[in-house]
């Protein structure tokens, strides 16, 4: 319970200085940026924990992908979300709704959703049960979902 605290404390702390980063990183960065974390680093080890959960299971692995989706998770990428990155711009495109940039509150619940989800897997993902680790699995990508279903234009 602790790390997983620790982990709220430091993603908190991570998006506060994200936030103030933000503000000096161009619109087409930002867009940049946040396409290659989630489209990049969450795919790729959301995809080896997959390929584990449905062939031969390697605990170190689902491990250490884990734990890369705990840490995109409390990164502060929501600072990547700055004013000018809610439609293409220089050369950059988004698939973001609108509604991301409007629906504080909502936006809010599926970000924390993620960041639970996302460091309840790392923390299961750590004792090695492949069942265990299924379900929480299936739990962050439900959270991805949510979001995806919400904030982004098919």
């Given at each position: ?9 430091f ?90 940039f ?10 924390v ?42």
């Amino acid at each position: 319970m602790k790390k997983i605290i620790a982990r709220i404390a430091f993603g908190m702390a991570a998006f506060a200085l994200a936030s103030a980063a933000s503000a000096q990183v161009k619109p087409e960065d930002q867009i940049k940026y946040r396409k290659a974390g989630y489209s990049y680093m969450m795919s790729w080890n959301m995809g080896k924990i997959k390929a584990n959960l449905e062939g031969s299971y390697n605990k170190d692995q689902v491990a250490a992908a884990a734990n890369a989706i705990a840490g995109i998770a409390n990164s502060g990428m929501g600072a990547l979300y700055g004013p000018g990155t809610e439609k293409a711009v220089g050369g950059q495109t988004t698939r973001v709704k609108p509604a991301m940039f409007t629906d504080k509150e909502g936006v809010t619940k599926v970000a924390v959703d993620f960041n639970k989800a996302a460091n309840n897997l790392a923390k299961v993902a750590a004792d090695g049960d492949a069942a265990a680790v299924k379900v929480a699995f299936g739990e962050v990508g439900k959270t991805c979902k949510a979001c995806h279903d919400q904030y982004r234009e098919e």
